[in-house]
């Protein structure tokens, strides 16, 4: 019963029947949780090939093919949407809009979070922790360091305000107007994300140590070991033996002495690495959610893509597009072009991914068949939409106003008028005797058979 009191006079208090990430203990700050320290995750990532290259092909998937821009609506005519994308294209290519989104989602999976920094045209004495002015137009992105920022603060809505940033000691706060946060990885009770790191950390480093266990089975089966044993041998003597050796054999393994010592040197076994390594190989593609196959590089020719099933892959990548990037990138737009006295009445269309020649040909294939049911049989497209969907997929139609109905025409009847009475011929004497002679000869006919 106290509990449940003292839960509803806080709920009374503070307004809210929820709680927010990483307010549960402190309710105006959180802390980044971490597993390993910054320094140890760059070091894995730096040494460790396969993981560094499942993380980097993977950022590169994601914004390989970029993106477009489309209406919403069938209300924006060509020229305004010429305008806004030259706009944003001219803004992307000075701030390099693509590299750093990138090299933002490689700390992402590194680190758990990637940031970028928004930096607008405004009044120079504005300080970062500032919300921008209404209005402000963004002029770059900026990367930040990730390992520096390990904490945020929120506002009375439980959501980010600063983002704390330390550098030499000291702390620095960025209003969330001015950061980009990528985080590919959420974790369950945090705002901060995953590495991808400390995800696989066993298996990293146990691939690591067999890295290194393989080199040293191979330097001493390669090297040999090499036994040398003299009668009397002296310990000066020993030694100098030792040192010509190693100088001009460089042998992974040496025993000098005396014929006192007998030594016996038993080859161990060689086994297999190959089943060692694929359990590291499954557990690392399935840390980076990627085919194995990918996260290898198959040889051209040695599989099809339906084998690998590259499917699943590209979706995840679509999926990651739309949920992260998507929003991320409508709220630098937007701001971008109302700054120029724009509206934003657009949306974000991913350019589609092609996996290789057989893929696209499916997909060219599926398109040709919609065009052919929606233009070819159906007719409820025109020829400019059928052009799009083969060049685009298949696109919103716009909605069709029912058309007012026709009042059926009808023909008017009018009654006679004596002029029209007038207009009638009357058939005279002799043309009635013709027509009545006329009419008996085929009854005549008709009777005698004659009639065909």
Known sequence: MRGKFFGRLKRLIFGRRTIAFDTSTTPKDSYKPTILTPEAQ???????PLINKGIRKKARDIFREWHDIVPISDDVSDDEIKEARRIIEEFNQNAQTKAKLMHATISAM???????????????????ED?????????????????TIKRVEFDEYGEPLYWIQTQAGKDVKIHRDRIIHVC?????????GVSKIDLAYKIL?????????????????????????APGMTVDEQKAIE???????SPKSIFVGDDSYKVDVKNP??????????????????????????????????????EINLKEYYNDIKNIQETIFTPILTNLYRKLLESKGLEWKYRIKWNEMFIDEKSEAEILDRRASAVDKLYGRCGVINEDEARRIVEQGII????????EEKEEERAEIKPMEEKHYNAIERLSEMEKKRIEYERKLGEQAIKEGRAA
């Open 205 to 229: 480093i146990s691939k690591m140590n067999a890295d290194e266990a393989h080199g040293e089975i191979l330097w001493r089966f390669g090297k040999g070991f090499i036994i040398i044993q």
């Open 131 to 147: 919300e921008p002015p209404e209005g402000a137009e963004p002029d770059n992105l900026h990367l930040v360091k990730s390992s």
């Open 243 to 249: 040192q010509a050796i190693t100088k001009k054999l």
């Open 42 to 48: 760059t070091f894995i990532f730096m040494r460790e």
């Open 269 to 306: 076994a060689t086994i297999d690495p190959e089943p060692f390594d694929d359990y590291f190989y499954t557990n690392i593609a399935a840390a980076l959610e990627m085919p194995k196959a990918i996260l290898l590089g198959v040889q051209a020719g040695a599989v099809t893509g339906s």
């Open 396 to 403: 919103p139609l716009p909605s069709l106003e029912p058309e």
């Open 184 to 192: 590919i990885d959420p974790r369950p009770d945090s705002i901060f």
């Open 110 to 128: 590194v680190y758990g979070d990637g940031f970028l920094e928004i930096s607008y045209k405004e009044d120079e004495s504005l300080k970062a």
